[in-house]
């Protein structure tokens, strides 16, 4: 039996942090067991191999010297072991991801497959099955990664194949969302970016985070910062609420569902947050100008995290500060 050799049919690997990723290595010269199709029945009958097949196995086959494969058998097919026992199986390739057992037509052929697989130096999340070779898992650390494949059977181990892995941090596309950002620390909103620094020339007021008019339908991307840093929270709902001002009730208020894009440092929470305007007309109708109309109203975002405490799961429930929502009259009507 030769020593393996790996394919080299990959040099660069390109995965992304948090997003699940497999990859199926596969090599030459490997263990192969001969194996005898019947023309009668679907099973396959092959010597006692050793290590033992297991059902559930990837095999290859091809035909012995100077034999033809048997119909529909094909030497470009992976194919799973079914109903396995000591000396027999029945051949299954995948449809849909349901297995299709394979009628045979009689010959001769070997089954190819790895005794061993093994690999060093992955990226932490990633994992290879010894005895596929299956390489998968989340990766959670971005960086370049060269890892050390070999495969091995009984003769010896092959030599090292070096494949490239590529983490890149998670990624969020693009969209239609106004991104804003909560310090959890002292639970301050503002627009998502480096702070502003005042230049002294500003009113000394709080300038309001969103300008809107009555109607609009708004997608906010929220952050959650620590030190400067986005983090991903366990979050069970956010809710945004605003009023005119104190003591008004709750003119709007959104059922606190989101949607997570992105994980860790890239962790953002999209909610939409609707300024009905059957809720603030009669605001805005106070304010009444030719130009300009327009209110301050007061904004807030609770949040919900869960937490274990003794065994116990529980909500922790946080709401940020006030800030400014500035509401605007409008001159083209909603759905008009």
Known sequence: MA???????????AMTRGVAFQFQPTGDNLPRTDATASASTDLVTFAQASPPLANGDRVRVFPLPDEDLPAPLDAETDYFLRDLTATTAKLAATSGGAAINLTTDGGFFRLLRADA??????????????????????????????????????????????????????????????????NLRDGRV???????????????????????????????????????????????????????????????????????VGQFEDARYQIVAEFDDAALDSILSGYEDDVDTYFDAVAEIEFVTLYEHFGELREMRRTTRSFLVRVHREMIVPNG
Do not use: C
């Open 117 to 182: 697989w093994s690999a060093d130096g992955l990226p932490e999340g990633i994992q290879i099955n010894p005895a596929s070779g299956l390489i998968s898992g989340a990766p959670t650390v971005a960086g370049v990664y060269n890892v050390n494949l070999r495969a091995r059977n009984s003769d010896s181990q092959s030599a090292d194949h070096i494949i490239v892995i590529g983490v890149e941090p998670n990624r969020y596309l693009q969209d239609a969302s106004i991104e804003i950002d909560i």
């Open 190 to 260: 503002r627009l998502a970016g480096a702070p502003e620094v005042s230049t002294g020339n500003r009113d000394d007021g709080p300038q309001p985070i969103l300008h809107v008019k009555s109607g609009d339908k708004l997608v906010l991307s929220v952050g959650f910062m620590k030190d400067e840093t986005l983090v991903e929270l366990p979050l069970d709902q956010i809710r945004f609420g605003l009023k005119e001002f104190e003591p008004e009730r709750l003119h709007l208020v959104n059922d606190g569902s989101y949607v997570q």
């Open 3 to 13: 020593i393996p050799i790996i394919n080299g049919n990959t040099s660069l690997l």
